[in-house]
């Protein structure tokens, strides 16, 4: 038990500073604890995992009861229901708060610390992790009612920017067992993380290079149904075309993620959204969709389209 009293010999100011670290601590414990009890996500502003437009378009059926979520499972023992949600493989939990999960491929694994559930269907448990959409730039775009993402079970993805492997391990479990996920990282450091992310996931093929250069992976990786790029590079747009060129079939898809200043710091960032849009209108690469993905990233948008 953490102690609320300060030593008798430190200042009246700074036991004061001392008890409002204190505050600040119980109130983020409070916030983590809250979040996820009955099986939501709370965002800082009061919403559950809903963001803007987070329901949108959600089949109303019934899915499966959940039991305890037991270590590492969503807190409380409390009933929920799994929802499909419109984009094939994602899914919501109906709880206290509604949170986006992802059915998990590896049963038992957390890939970030993030919360599971098992739910039962009929006579079989299935397990679903939390996919939080303030550390994920496609999740962000899911719940703030993306159209297409043109990633579902079965799909070939290149994830150009994998990092540690937080929104691959989701886009593996969308993908599922017949699907593939070729995940290209330049950071050795994130690289090992990304490796121990897929020596438990087989549809994930890691590949620690430099995505500026696509002929040195060229042998490991075969044509894809889709692009998703969050590498926030000022050339990430020639980068996308540059595998585009080289993997992506005619007629296939790209979901990228911008984010302003990381490509002009000085310009606003509607202008830099739509200087992007023209260069990928000069690679062969149609823009279908553009949104921000406000409340989740400031100065970020996604925009899809398809390759011809």
Same mark, same amino acid.
């Given at each position: 038990?953490?102690?609320?009293?300060?030593?008798?010999n430190?200042?009246?100011?700074?036991?004061?500073?001392?008890?409002?670290?204190?505050?600040?601590?119980?109130?983020?414990?409070?916030?983590?604890?809250?979040?996820?009890?009955g099986?939501?996500?709370?965002?800082? =502003?009061?919403?559950?995992?809903?963001?803007?437009g987070?329901?949108?378009?959600?089949?109303?059926?019934?899915?499966?009861?959940?039991?305890?979520?037991?270590?590492?499972?969503?807190?409380?023992?409390?009933?929920?229901?799994?929802?499909?949600?419109?984009?094939?493989?994602?899914?919501?939990?109906r709880?206290?708060?509604?949170?986006?999960?992802?059915?998990?491929?590896?049963?038992? &694994?957390?890939?970030?610390g &993030?919360?599971?559930?098992?739910? &039962?269907?009929?006579?079989?448990?299935?397990e679903?992790?939390?996919?939080?959409?303030?550390?994920?730039?496609?999740?962000? +775009?899911?719940?703030?009612?993306?159209?297409?993402?043109?990633?579902?079970?079965?799909a070939?993805?290149?994830?150009?920017?994998?990092?540690?492997?937080?929104? *691959?391990?989701?886009?593996? =479990?969308?993908v599922?067992? &017949?699907?593939?996920?070729? +995940?290209v990282?330049?950071?050795?450091?994130?690289?090992? !993380?990304?490796?121990?992310?897929?020596?438990?996931?087989?549809?994930?093929?890691?590949?620690i290079? !430099?995505?500026?250069?696509?002929?040195?992976?060229?042998m490991? *990786?075969?044509?894809? !149904?889709?692009?998703? +790029?969050?590498?926030?590079?000022?050339?990430?747009?020639?980068?996308?075309?540059?595998?585009?060129?080289?993997?992506?079939?005619n007629?296939?898809?790209?979901v990228?993620?911008?984010?302003?200043n990381?490509? =002009?710091?000085?310009?606003?960032?509607?202008?830099?959204?739509?200087?992007?849009?023209?260069k990928?209108? +000069?690679?062969?690469?149609?823009?279908?969709?553009?949104?921000?993905?406000?409340?989740?990233e400031? =100065?970020?948008?996604?925009v899809?389209?398809?390759?011809r």
């Open positions: 038990m953490i102690s609320k009293r300060c030593p008798a430190v200042p009246v100011k700074d036991r004061n500073a001392s008890l409002c670290d204190l505050l600040i601590q119980v109130l983020e414990l409070s916030l983590v604890h809250g979040c996820f009890s099986g939501g996500f709370q965002s800082p =502003d009061g919403g559950g995992f809903r963001g803007r987070g329901g949108r378009g959600t089949p109303r059926g019934r899915g499966g009861r959940g039991g305890r979520g037991g270590r590492g499972g969503f807190g409380g023992g409390k009933k929920v229901l799994i929802e499909p949600h419109r984009h094939e493989g994602v899914f919501i939990c709880g206290k708060e509604d949170a986006l999960v992802t059915k998990n491929m590896v049963v038992g &694994e957390s890939v970030y &993030e919360k599971r559930i098992s739910v &039962e269907e009929g006579e079989t448990k299935i679903y992790r939390a996919w939080n959409p303030f550390r994920s730039k496609l999740a962000a +775009a899911i719940l703030g009612g993306v159209d297409q993402i043109h990633i579902k079970p079965g070939k993805v290149m994830y150009l920017g994998a990092a540690s492997g937080t929104t *691959v391990s989701h886009v593996s =479990d969308i599922g067992p &017949e699907g593939l996920v070729y +995940a990282e330049f950071s050795h450091r994130s690289g090992r !993380d990304l490796l121990n992310v897929a020596k438990k996931r087989t549809n994930i093929i890691p590949i290079e !430099d995505a500026r250069h696509p002929h040195k992976y060229r490991l *990786v075969g044509m894809v !149904d889709v692009i998703f +790029a969050d590498v926030a590079q000022p050339d990430q747009t020639r980068i996308v075309a540059l595998n585009a060129h080289n993997f992506l079939k007629g296939g898809h790209f990228i993620s911008i984010k302003a990381c490509i =002009d710091s000085t310009a606003a960032p509607e202008a830099v959204f739509a200087s992007e849009v023209k990928m209108s +000069a690679e062969n690469m149609k823009p279908q969709e553009q949104l921000t993905l406000e409340p989740y400031r =100065d970020h948008a996604v899809v389209g398809i390759y």
